[in-house]
């Protein structure tokens, strides 16, 4: 993920989220079915899976794929650039609102 800003200081990196199952303690890996963040018309974050056009443009499997949102609190950012985008809002007070707020601040170039 460090190595991604590296390379461009305006990359924000988001791991791969897997889950350990609430009531089986089961864990859940992706085993290569990797979601996207997304979002419908209610402003409501939700996942979804990678439409073809981005896996054909994606070199191989260790490459990135581009999301047009993200988990708003698991991510990794070059501080000086979360700066530049305004941050949190400071204002935000309901959970789970930054999936989508701090996904529009990003730039993409």
Do not use: C
Request: proline share 5%.
């Amino acid at each position: 993920m460090l190595q991604r800003i590296k390379d461009n200081r305006k990359a924000v990196v988001t791991p791969v989220i897997e889950s350990i199952n609430d009531k089986t303690l089961e864990f859940n890996s992706m085993d290569g079915d990797v979601m996207i963040g997304g979002f419908n018309w209610d402003g409501d974050f939700t996942w979804i899976k990678v439409p073809e056009y981005e896996k054909r443009r994606r070199k191989s499997s260790h490459s990135p794929t581009r999301s047009p949102t993200m988990a708003g609190g698991l991510f990794a950012i070059n501080r000086k650039y979360f700066w530049e985008i305004g941050s949190y809002d400071p204002g935000m007070t309901y959970w789970g609102g930054e999936n989508l707020e701090i996904s529009f601040r990003v730039i993409e170039e």
